[in-house]
Structure formats: structure tokens, C-alpha cells
């Protein structure tokens, strides 16, 4: 009880003080971009059109149902707050499941997730461009966080997330393939997740899933897009986003069906994975690496090694070329495409390392964890 009590309290500090720094973007009565878009859409939707006729709508249709939906019972000043506070309300659950799945101290987590949840640069990215993204990775987080103990309800909240916002889809299939220690819980959520996102998206009009998939099959032209699609597009090479799922989703899903990691190195391959598989990929779409940013720079218990404070250093240069990411469009000046390509690759590179790093540090810990048992068995044998 005392430990729930805790976790409420902490997670209302890390709300207030996101709701707090991000105030004026929160309380600001003008629609940012793509809140604009969507508000849009609803109103195509509202003149029974397709939310696709407006060009820069890449939703799922559920979201723009039920989206227009509560648009329409609160207004549209009403809708943006509840959107707003519901980018904060994620930020926030980020922040705490980022730091949670380290062995960091108190005094160590608190002060991080604050960082993560305010002035980190993808949250704010994401808030002050009107983006739902803290929001639907922060279900997607909990979900996987609940896996173990709630199997149904986390299949439940990761469907809605992904029905609302694909961004973390890979989720799904690698969920299913996932079954540690012979436990069927994740295959469950896997299950339970693929079947809340076929209802969902059963419930609208036909027509509207082949224009979702023709319209999630697009390349967004911007230089801040850090998809492959888009890296490969600078050297005039067309990958097909479709087969770029399937290869990163098809090989995390062989390592885990084969691996069956431990908990912590299957969220940190899922999650990037995920990021990686992605179509589009804005800076604010790495915030769903935040955990397995956390977990590669967890050193705790290995401060007296060099080896090991050098892999700290070498994971915390990632996460600072994740945190600074802009792609191609990092500079004003107009750069050669391969010039565009390189830099863009660098944080999906980061997030690649930061991934092995964090598996590593998984790996290790339970080698010990398992070497700790050993021992106790040896040393206080059973009766």
C-alpha cells in the first residue's frame, strides 16, 4: 500500500511539472499543425468523406471516429486541452517506465524521469506540435509493463493504442512469439491486442482500410522523416516501407522466438524494433526508446570495472545522438542526398546501439542473478 502511495505521488510530481513547462503550449487557445490536421479530418468525416481527403491525415480510421466523436461532444477548445493533457498524462508515464526498469537509486530515478517527462527534446517536439505520440507510446509502455500481471487488460490498452496510432505495432507479432519461461501471458496480450485492433478497425467504413494502407505506404518528404524508407529515398533507393516491416519485425521476432530473452532485452529489442519498422519516424517517435535508453546506461554494480565504464560512455553518446536527432534536416543548408542519408542513419544507429547495450546489460544481470542463486543453493542447501 505504502509502495502505491509512493508511485501515485511520484507520478503526479512528474505530471505537474511537465504540465507546469509545457503551460503555454498546453493553456494556448490556437491549434498547432497536426492538431489542425485532425480537426480536419474530423470534419471530412463529419460531411461523410474520407478522413484521407485531407493529405496529411496518417491515422488509423478509429482514430478519426472516435476522435471526431469527442470533438464534437466537448468543441473543438475542449478536444485540443483533453488532447494536450493527455500528451502530458503520457510524458508523464514515459518518465516513470523509462527509469523504472533500471536498478538506479531513488535519488537517481526521480531526478531522470523528471528530464524524461519535461524538458526532454522529443516530448516537446511532440507537444508543441500538437502530436499524439507521448500519449499512445505511454499506453503502449504500460501495456508491456502489465503483461506479467495483467495479461488481458495489457493486450486490451496496447489493441486501442495501435488501433488509435500504429507506433508501436511490432508490438503485437513479437508478443505472441514471446513466451518466457514456457508463460503464456505475453502470447495473450499479443492475442488479445490483434483482436481489440481488428474490431476496432472493423467497426469503420471498408473502404477506409485500403486507403489507410495506401496512405501508410507514403514516404513523408521531410528531412526530418528518419524512417529507412526515407534514409535509402536520399540515394535513390526505393524500399517498399511494407517490406521494411517485415524484415525488422520478421528477424526481432525470430531472435526472440528463438532466444526467449529475459523481460528487460525483450521490451528494449521490441520497442526499437517498433521505432525501426515505422514508415515515418519523427524525432518525437524515439521517445518509445526511452526505457531502453535508461536500461543501457544502467551501470549500477559495475562502477569498478573499465571496461564496463566504457560502455557506459559509449551508451550515453548514443542516447545523446538520439535526444539531439533532426535527420537531414539538422542544418539549413541544402547537403548532397548522401550527405542527408548519413546523417539521418546516425540516430537510427544510436538506437540500434543503445539496444545492444541495453540487451548486454540484461544478459549480464541475470548471469549474476543466476550465479547468486547457485550459490545460495550451495551454501544454504535444502533441508
Known amino acids: 500500500m505504502r509502495r502505491s502511495i509512493g508511485i501515485a505521488l511520484w507520478f503526479a510530481l512528474l505530471f505537474g511539472t511537465t504540465l507546469l513547462l509545457r503551460r503555454d503550449l498546453v493553456w494556448s487557445p490556437a491549434a498547432r499543425f497536426d492538431e489542425s490536421v485532425l480537426l480536419q479530418a474530423f470534419a471530412a468525416v463529419e460531411r461523410g468523406q474520407s478522413p484521407y481527403s485531407v493529405p496529411a491525415f496518417y491515422y488509423p480510421p478509429p482514430f478519426a471516429v472516435l476522435g471526431g466523436a469527442l470533438c464534437k461532444a466537448l468543441g473543438e477548445p475542449g478536444f485540443l486541452l483533453f488532447l494536450r493533457l493527455g500528451s502530458v498524462l503520457g510524458a508523464s508515464l514515459i518518465g516513470l517506465l523509462a527509469v523504472r526498469v533500471t536498478r538506479w537509486p531513488l535519488w537517481v530515478q526521480v531526478p531522470v524521469s523528471l528530464l524524461v517527462a519535461g524538458p526532454s527534446i522529443p516530448i516537446g517536439a511532440a ?13 503502449a509502455l504500460l501495456a508491456l509493463a502489465l503483461v506479467a500481471g495483467a495479461p488481458v487488460f495489457a493486450g486490451l490498452l496496447l489493441g486501442l493504442s495501435v488501433a488509435l496510432k500504429p507506433a508501436a505495432a511490432a508490438l503485437v507479432p513479437l508478443l505472441i512469439v514471446y513466451r518466457p519461461g514456457g508463460s503464456p501471458a505475453p502470447r495473450i496480450s499479443g492475442l488479445v491486442a490483434a483482436a481489440t485492433t481488428g474490431l476496432l478497425l472493423a467497426f469503420c ?6 486507403a489507410m494502407l495506401a ?15 526515407r534514409i535509402f529515398g536520399y540515394v535513390g533507393v526505393t524500399i517498399p516501407s ?4 517485415a524484415v525488422i519485425v520478421g528477424g526481432a521476432a525470430w531472435w526472440i522466438a528463438r532466444r526467449q530473452p529475459a523481460r528487460g532485452a525483450f521490451d528494449a529489442v521490441a520497442t526499437s524494433a517498433s521505432v525501426l519498422s515505422l514508415p515515418m519516424i519523427w524525432p518525437h517517435g524515439l521517445a518509445l526508446t526511452f526505457p531502453t535508453q535508461c536500461l543501457a546506461l544502467d551501470g549500477t554494480g ?11 560512455w559509449l551508451a550515453l553518446a548514443a542516447v545523446i545522438g538520439i535526444e539531439g536527432s533532426a535527420g537531414g534536416g539538422a542544418t539549413e543548408v541544402e547537403w548532397p542526398g548522401w550527405v542527408k542519408s548519413l546523417v539521418g542513419a546516425l540516430p537510427l544507429a544510436a538506437v540500434v ?3 545492444a547495450l541495453a540487451v548486454r546489460r540484461e544478459r549480464r544481470r ?10 545460495g543453493q550451495v551454501l544454504v542447501p535444502d533441508a
Open 127 to 139: 507537444i508543441g506540435s500538437g502530436n499524439v505520440n507521448p500519449l499512445i507510446q505511454g499506453m
Open 205 to 210: 467504413r471498408p473502404q477506409e482500410i485500403p
Open 215 to 229: 496512405r501508410g505506404s507514403d514516404i513523408f518528404p521531410s528531412d526530418h522523416n528518419l524512417s529507412l524508407a
Open 242 to 245: 511494407g517490406l521494411i516491416f
Open 302 to 312: 559495475d562502477r569498478g570495472s573499465f571496461r564496463e565504464r566504457m560502455f557506459f
Open 353 to 355: 546501439l543503445v539496444t
Open 366 to 375: 541475470q548471469r549474476v542473478a543466476g550465479a547468486l542463486r547457485v550459490a
